[in-house]
């Protein structure tokens, strides 16, 4: 009982010391993003993920060495956005960041010592670069939910910063849905769309959606500029001329 009770008590000792490495979205601030002057390794894992399980001990285990200079921070990318923000498309990955500023990213699983050999080049780096946008580019538009179960505000945040996403959604809800609530949602998710980045598809789907909802003379100036922009970089421009036609006719 009594060996028990000491297992006990050193497991609820521990978890804390654990549980204060890990991030998420709205803990970056006074953690990963703090003007300390010391290298923090921001990483990326997922309880699903194979080389995370085999990284995990090592990262932990650099965290706790005194000889390390560093603070490494755990972010779970099932839980969060920020990994969808910074475009982290794989598994394990790890920025390094000083005074909130990336000095630099990798991936993959990796040997303890070429992790501390990284962690100490990237320490000895003059302080640069951008500061870590991990709350993405602010936004005019508020999300609104569409009448298909679809698409709820909880589903459309996962995209909200990828521009991409954010455009091959709205063609799709062009071609597939009438509602006008679900309309009025890609109107909403386009217009984000084209705030991140703007290219010649999704103005043309931008240009698209604003015809079906009957604003024809927006939608027809949106078509030229989509097809100017489609000319200047040498892009197919059969479809937009198509709905030229249809809106000058």
């Given amino acids: 009982m009594r060996?028990?009770?000491?297992?006990?008590?050193?497991?609820?000792?521990?978890?804390p010391t654990l549980a204060q490495n890990w991030v998420t979205?709205?803990?970056?601030e006074e953690t990963v993003m703090l003007e300390d002057n010391q290298?923090?390794?921001l990483y990326f894992t997922a309880s699903w993920c194979g080389p995370c399980r085999y990284m995990k001990p090592i990262m932990q285990d650099i965290d706790e060495?005194?000889?390390?200079?560093?603070?490494?921070?755990?972010?779970?990318?099932?839980s969060n956005i920020a990994d969808d923000i910074l475009k982290v498309n794989s598994i394990p990955a790890y920025f390094f960041i000083k005074n909130g500023r990336v000095l630099g990213r990798t991936g993959s699983a990796v040997?303890?010592?070429?992790?501390?050999?990284?962690i100490e080049r990237h320490d000895d780096m003059t302080?640069?670069?951008?500061?870590?946008?991990y709350r993405g580019k602010p936004s005019k538009h508020e999300l609104i939910a569409g009448a298909n179960p679809k698409l709820t505000v909880e589903n459309l945040e996962t995209i909200w910063y990828d521009a991409h996403q954010l455009n091959a959604l709205s063609w799709k809800i062009y071609q597939k849905?009438?509602?006008?609530?679900?309309?009025?949602?890609?109107?909403?998710?386009?217009?984000?769309?084209?705030?991140?980045?703007?290219?010649?598809?999704?103005?043309e789907t931008y240009a698209h959606l604003l015809a079906k909802n009957g604003e024809n003379r927006k939608a027809l100036k949106m078509?030229?500029?989509?097809?100017?922009?489609?000319?200047?970089?040498?892009?197919f421009t059969g479809i937009i001329e198509e709905l030229i036609t249809k809106l000058e006719a």
């Fill in 3 to 15: 060996q028990i009770l000491l297992s006990f008590f050193a497991l609820v000792i521990t978890i």
């Fill in 25 to 28: 979205d709205e803990s970056m």
């Fill in 39 to 41: 290298l923090k390794v």
């Fill in 65 to 78: 060495d005194v000889t390390v200079d560093t603070t490494v921070y755990f972010m779970d990318t099932d």
């Fill in 111 to 118: 040997k303890r010592e070429d992790m501390v050999d990284m």
């Fill in 127 to 133: 302080i640069e670069g951008n500061l870590l946008a």
């Fill in 177 to 203: 849905l009438t509602d006008p609530q679900d309309i009025a949602c890609a109107l909403i998710l386009i217009q984000r769309s084209i705030e991140l980045e703007e290219f010649t598809s999704n103005l």
């Fill in 223 to 235: 078509a030229k500029k989509a097809k100017r922009k489609a000319e200047k970089n040498n892009e």
